[in-house]
């Protein structure tokens, strides 16, 4: 089956503690990225990836950091996380920019 | 990024079509309309897309104005399993991402 999963799905941290949140998709696609939601704002774009090693920032990158290292995994990091990280996060892939987006679950993350 | 506006809810009754209203007055010649939707608790899925002509899957119909300043996406026999926010979203074929805005949340009513 064709997806995005995404781990952990729920977790609940303290500021400073370095976390990362896994993203693996099985559909060969090159392109992915990372949004994070709150309410009211809607989705906003935080790094996303062309392809192999190559990323870049999207709306809203500070405090965060991405690696692609290989084409299937797209790891967000959070180095330092603050309270306002907390968020619902999503992982997506397409095969190409601005196609079709495929979305993972989401993970819920709660900075204390 | 080019802009849409939508409503912030509609309701619609189980079994009927819903119509949800997009308007885009400032779309460019190479923006894609697509649709996006979010059901509660899971991340947004692929509805629809299109560039000019109005647009048909399994899951909903696509009616873009002629002069591309607005769109409708219908979905035929709302059921309840359609309660969702939907997203209309203008997406040049370069861009690197999908600008979501707040959406409208649609209401079925059993």
């Given at each position: 089956?064709?997806?995005?999963?995404?781990?952990?799905?729920?977790?609940?941290?303290?500021?400073?503690?370095?976390?990362?949140?896994?993203c693996?998709?099985?559909m060969?696609?090159?392109?992915?990225?990372?949004?994070?939601?709150?309410?009211?704002?809607g989705?906003?774009?935080?790094?996303?990836?062309?392809?192999?090693?190559?990323?870049?920032?999207?709306?809203?990158?500070?405090?965060?950091?991405?690696?692609?290292?290989?084409?299937?995994?797209?790891p967000?990091?959070?180095?330092s996380?603050?309270?306002?990280?907390?968020?619902?996060?999503?992982?997506?892939?397409?095969?190409?920019?601005?196609?079709?987006?495929?979305?993972?679950?989401?993970?819920?993350?709660?900075?204390? | 990024?080019?802009?849409?506006t939508?409503?912030?809810?509609?309701?619609?009754?189980?079994?009927?079509?819903?119509?949800l209203?997009?308007?885009?007055?400032?779309?460019?010649?190479?923006?894609?309309?697509?649709?996006?939707?979010?059901?509660?608790?899971q991340?947004?899925?692929y509805?629809?897309?299109?560039?000019?002509?109005?647009?048909?899957?399994?899951?909903?119909?696509?009616?873009?104005?002629?002069?591309?300043?607005?769109?409708?996406?219908?979905?035929?026999?709302a059921?309840?399993?359609?309660?969702?926010?939907?997203?209309?979203?203008?997406?040049?074929?370069?861009?690197?991402?999908?600008?979501?805005?707040?959406?409208?949340?649609?209401t079925?009513?059993?």
């Amino acid at each position: 089956e064709a997806q995005v999963t995404q781990n952990p799905r729920y977790l609940i941290t303290v500021t400073g503690k370095k976390l990362t949140v896994t993203c693996s998709q099985n559909m060969n696609h090159e392109y992915m990225s990372w949004y994070r939601q709150d309410p009211g704002l809607g989705l906003r774009q935080i790094y996303y990836s062309m392809n192999v090693e190559v990323t870049d920032k999207g709306d809203v990158p500070e405090g965060y950091k991405v690696s692609r290292k290989e084409k299937r995994n797209f790891p967000l990091i959070l180095e330092s996380p603050s309270p306002n990280q907390t968020s619902l996060y999503f992982c997506a892939s397409s095969s190409s920019g601005g196609g079709k987006e495929f979305f993972g679950p989401g993970t819920r993350l709660t900075v204390l | 990024d080019a802009k849409t506006t939508q409503p912030n809810s509609m309701e619609s009754n189980e079994e009927e079509p819903v119509h949800l209203p997009c308007n885009h007055s400032t779309i460019s010649g190479t923006d894609y309309i697509h649709w996006y939707r979010q059901l509660p608790s899971q991340g947004p899925e692929y509805v629809i897309h299109g560039l000019t002509s109005n647009v048909n899957n399994r899951m909903a119909s696509l009616a873009i104005a002629e002069d591309r300043k607005s769109s409708t996406l219908i979905l035929h026999r709302a059921t309840l399993r359609d309660a969702a926010v939907y997203y209309c979203i203008l997406f040049w074929s370069g861009a690197n991402n999908l600008f979501f805005g707040t959406g409208t949340r649609l209401t079925v009513i059993p």
